[in-house]
C-alpha cells in the first residue's frame, strides 16, 4: 500500500508538449510501472498529437472522460499554472501535483479560495512530486535512490527530499511513499495532512519530517504528532535563523515575531516527541536507531 498514488493511478500532464513536461514525462514513464499509468497529456490546441507515446488532449476534462485519469502532473509555465491547477479541480480530479516553481502569491491565494469544498487534493506548486518507490513516479526526484518499504518521507526541501531517501536506502531503510510539499508560502497539502496519512497506512511503520525556517506549519505538525501519531518521527529543520521580517530559502521561509526560526521548531518537535537531529548526513542513521 501507499499514500496518494500507486500503480492504479492514472496521470495527466498538463504541459506535455513543453520541454520539461515532456522531459520528465519520459522518466517517469520508464520508471516502474510508468508506462501504464500515464495514459494522457494536455496543452490547449495540440489535442490529437501524440507525445512520448501519450495522447494530447486540448482540456484536462476531454483526457478524463477519455483515459478516465484521476492525478494531474502539472509543468505548465508560472503565469499560465494556477489556471492549470483550477482546471483539473474543475475536472474533479483526485490529486494535483504542481511542479511548476515561480506561480504568482496573487493566483495561488485565489485558486486556492476556489479549491474550498472540492474533492482535489494539492500537491506543490514549487515541489518536486510524489513517488511510491518501484511503483510509481510523479515529478522531478531521481528515481534509482528510492527503493520500496516502509517508511514515509515527507519535506518541504525536494534537494533535502532526494538526501534523506539516499541515506535510508543506503542503511536499508526503503521508503513508503515519498511526497516533497515545496516551500511556496500559498500551497496545498501540508505536513500535518501527510502525517495524517501516513499514520493510517498500514504499510508505514515510520516517518522522516523534514521542515524549514518560516511560518508555522511544523509545529502545527508536532503538536497534532505528540497526541495522535501512533509511529515513530525524525524531523530535521534546514535553514538558519534570519533577521526578523527576511526571506530564506523558499519563499514560505518568513519569519515574524520570533516565530519560525530554526531553534523556535526545533524545541516545539522536540517537547512533542519527535527526535530531532540537527545534522543532515544523520537523518537516517536516527531513523534506524528510532527504529531499534
Known amino acids: 500500500m501507499s499514500i496518494l498514488i500507486n500503480s492504479e493511478s492514472r496521470v495527466v500532464t498538463q504541459g506535455i508538449t513543453g520541454k520539461t513536461g515532456q522531459f520528465h514525462t519520459h522518466h517517469s514513464i520508464a520508471y516502474a510501472t510508468g508506462e501504464s499509468c500515464y495514459v494522457a497529456g494536455v496543452t490547449p490546441g495540440k489535442g490529437g498529437q501524440t507525445t512520448e507515446g501519450v495522447p494530447v488532449f486540448d482540456s484536462v476534462v476531454e483526457a478524463r472522460e477519455q483515459?478516465?485519469?484521476?492525478?494531474?502532473?502539472?509543468?505548465?509555465?508560472?503565469?499560465?499554472?494556477?489556471?492549470?491547477?483550477?482546471?483539473?479541480?474543475?475536472?474533479?480530479?483526485?490529486?494535483?501535483?504542481?511542479?511548476?516553481?515561480?506561480?504568482?502569491?496573487?493566483?495561488?491565494?485565489?485558486?486556492?479560495?476556489?479549491?474550498?469544498?472540492?474533492?482535489?487534493?494539492?500537491?506543490?506548486p514549487n515541489c518536486p512530486g510524489v513517488i511510491t518507490p518501484e511503483e510509481l513516479k510523479i515529478g522531478i526526484m531521481p528515481g534509482y535512490i528510492h527503493k520500496k518499504g516502509r517508511i514515509g518521507v515527507v519535506s518541504r526541501s525536494g534537494t533535502l527530499t532526494y538526501e534523506v531517501v539516499h541515506q535510508l536506502s543506503e542503511l536499508g531503510l526503503g521508503q513508503s511513499t515519498c511526497v516533497g510539499i515545496g516551500g511556496d508560502p500559498v500551497n496545498g497539502l501540508k505536513h500535518l495532512e501527510v502525517l495524517k496519512l501516513f499514520n493510517d497506512d498500514p504499510?508505514?511503520?515510520?516517518?522522516?519530517?523534514?521542515?524549514?525556517?518560516?511560518?508555522?506549519?511544523?509545529?502545527?505538525?508536532?503538536?497534532?504528532?505528540?497526541?495522535?501519531?501512533?509511529?515513530?518521527?525524525?524531523?530535521?529543520?534546514?535553514?538558519?535563523?534570519?533577521?526578523?521580517?527576511?526571506?530564506?530559502?523558499h519563499a514560505g521561509a518568513i519569519i515574524s515575531g520570533g516565530k519560525g526560526t530554526a531553534a523556535e521548531k526545533i524545541s516545539v518537535l522536540e517537547e512533542c516527541g519527535i527526535a530531532v537531529t540537527r545534522n543532515p548526513a544523520e537523518i537516517g542513521s536516527l531513523m534506524k536507531k528510532k527504529l531499534g
Do not use: H
Open 203 to 249: 504499510d508505514t511503520d515510520a516517518v522522516v519530517m523534514c521542515g524549514e525556517i518560516g511560518g508555522t506549519d511544523e509545529e502545527s505538525c508536532a503538536l497534532w504528532v505528540k497526541e495522535n501519531m501512533q509511529k515513530p518521527v525524525v524531523g530535521f529543520i534546514a535553514g538558519v535563523t534570519a533577521p526578523p521580517g527576511k526571506r530564506m530559502g
Open 67 to 124: 483515459t478516465g485519469v484521476n492525478v494531474s502532473v502539472i509543468y505548465v509555465p508560472p503565469p499560465f499554472a494556477a489556471a492549470a491547477i483550477d482546471e483539473a479541480v474543475e475536472a474533479e480530479l483526485d490529486l494535483v501535483i504542481c511542479i511548476t516553481e515561480g506561480i504568482p502569491v496573487k493566483d495561488m491565494v485565489q485558486t486556492r479560495k476556489k479549491m474550498e469544498g472540492r474533492k482535489t487534493l494539492l500537491v506543490g
